[in-house]
């Protein structure tokens, strides 16, 4: 089986010399194959992004940050977690908690038992992460007050 491609429109030839375009087998160009592509590119810069890159989509995400202090909190079970933090759902809690613990900053713990049991506990890089949004969140303050009293002034 002979297949190749020839142009960005990804002519290929299949078997003895017939032409299918990508969009006559699988919809119109940029469906299938174009998605895999994409796919494989996003996986791969997830891979090499550097701890900064990490650090801001952490920071920059409410979600994160709240699973964070409260597991900080000694909030560890994902139950627990769900009811704790108000509006998350369980599905972006769980991919917070699986991209937490992917970046470094949480450990996931499963016991063998039934009904099965997870926690999760804060690594020393989780422990920094905490210590700098409670820094944040004190600058924050500070900020606030020291604005209300130049206004008065």
């Known amino acids: 089986m002979q297949v190749s491609v020839r142009d960005s429109r990804a002519a290929r030839t299949i078997g003895s010399g017939q032409r299918f375009e990508k969009y006559a087998l699988f919809g119109a160009p940029g469906t299938f194959w174009c998605k895999l592509v994409i796919m494989k590119e996003i996986k791969k810069s997830t891979k090499t992004r550097s ?46 908690l699986r991209k937490l613990t992917g970046f470094g900053l949480l450990e996931k713990h499963s016991f063998a038992e039934v009904p ?27 900020l606030s007050s020291g604005a209300g009293e130049e206004v008065q002034k």
């Open 51 to 96: 701890a900064y890159r990490k650090l801001e989509d952490v920071i920059g995400c409410k979600w994160s940050v709240s699973v964070l202090v409260a597991i900080g909190e000694g909030v560890i079970r994902p139950g627990a977690l769900e009811r704790h933090i108000t509006g998350i759902s369980k599905k972006v809690l769980s991919e917070r």
């Open 116 to 142: 099965p049991r997870t926690e999760y506990s804060l690594t020393q890089h989780g422990h920094r992460v905490v210590r700098v949004i409670a820094d944040i969140r004190e600058l924050d303050a500070e």
